[in-house]
């Protein structure tokens, strides 16, 4: 039996601005950088034997901060950066809650139905996603974090409960929050979503 945590990258100075991020390349925030560390920390004792992290800098950094902890070394796999976010990438929340703010709940709500404008197709991003997942199962080592955004990990989630991609936003993730699936290679069980006590606050 494998266990796959997934994991979404520590606060970023784009999360702190509470900017939207999408493909923006950000880095940690002395705050990110803290809640890697107890990241890190508390993974201490699962015998993690691989770390795949997306591309992006502000999950890369978290990936090797844990890595770094615990001898190992980062894998990066662009197939788990965060869904491109079209125009509203760059934009604040404050903005968005002003003049698009139906668009945004709506998006919220069921993001197949209501996209963003010129964001990246959704069952393109699926798609990456899906590939990588089965990818992962393939992976001979037993213990592996996968270290990505809101998103690509969310994402991962549908796909491991076997739900649309509708659902995408249904779930939470904390920065550093952490969640767990079992998988035989044919069946994937969900443990737990967002565990996040070991998070600095």
């Known amino acids: 039996m494998k266990k796959i945590y997934l994991c979404r990258h520590g606060e970023s100075e784009y999360n702190a601005k509470k900017i939207v991020q999408g493909h923006i390349d950000t880095n940690l925030t002395e705050k990110g950088i803290k809640q890697a560390q107890s990241l890190a920390e508390f993974l201490k004792d699962k015998n993690i034997q691989k770390i795949v992290s997306s591309d992006l800098k502000r999950a890369y950094q978290t990936a090797k901060t844990v890595a770094e902890v615990l001898g190992l070394t980062v894998h990066v796999d662009q197939r788990i950066r965060e869904m491109h976010f079209g125009t509203w990438e760059g934009l604040s929340y404050d903005w968005i809650y002003q003049n698009a703010k139906e668009h945004f709940y709506n998006w919220l709500s069921n993001p197949v139905k209501h996209p963003l404008p010129q964001q990246e197709d959704i069952f393109h991003f699926e798609k990456r996603l899906r590939l990588f997942w089965e990818d992962v199962k393939k992976i ?62």
């Open 140 to 201: 001979p080592e037993e213990n592996i974090l996968i270290v990505g955004h809101g998103g690509s990990i969310q994402g991962l989630l549908c796909i491991a409960m076997n739900l649309g991609i509708d659902c995408l936003w249904k779930f939470r993730h904390d920065n550093t929050g952490l969640s767990l699936v079992i998988s035989n290679g044919s069946k994937d069980e969900v443990k737990f979503i967002n565990l996040s006590f070991h998070i600095e606050k």
